[in-house]
């Protein structure tokens, strides 16, 4: 597998943060829905480890000579974004729909693994998937919880 070219790592790489902006926008929102606040402490971080990935690509973007992209895309890829979820009522709709965004995170960013990208950013690609299985994990988890 040959190495890959700075245009095609930029525009791999925007593509992630735009998918990262849109999940933020989307856990702002189910953090203002909300009721419980326990359940609210956690998306909270869990919206502050989107941002530290918003973080890290943008610098690898930079790095790679390329333009960061500064928002979320409005091709709508997540399964419920931002305006869906501060349409829906109840702690158990909101977290089945951010699990569902949590879906697209993590095939997103398993996708983005398997290319052949420089160390360093692989390594990025690597603990920012983590932190997506990290997630989805929870959301799973609190869900069964929930509703059983
Ligand atoms: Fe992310
Ligand atoms: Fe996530």
Same mark, same amino acid.
């Given at each position: 597998m040959t190495d890959m070219q700075s245009e095609d790592i930029i525009k791999k790489l925007n593509n992630l943060i735009e998918i990262d902006y849109d999940a933020i926008a989307a856990y702002k929102a189910a953090i203002e829905r909300l009721e419980d606040k326990q359940l609210k402490q956690q998306l909270v971080t869990f919206m502050e480890d989107h941002k530290n990935h918003v973080t890290a690509l943008t610098e690898s973007v930079r790095l790679s000579g390329g333009n960061p992209a500064d928002s979320g895309d409005m &091709? &709508?890829?997540?399964? &419920?974004?931002k305006v869906v979820i501060a349409e829906l009522g109840g702690d158990d709709a909101i977290l089945k729909a951010m699990k569902m965004n949590e879906e697209v995170t993590n095939k997103s960013y398993e996708a983005m693994?398997?290319? @052949?990208? @420089?160390g360093t950013i692989k390594l990025i690609l690597q603990n920012g998937l983590a932190d997506e299985r990290r997630h989805r994990a929870w959301l799973d988890a609190t869900i069964e919880q929930i509703s059983s």
């Open positions: &091709k &709508k890829i997540l399964t &419920k974004g693994v398997d290319e @052949p990208f @420089p």
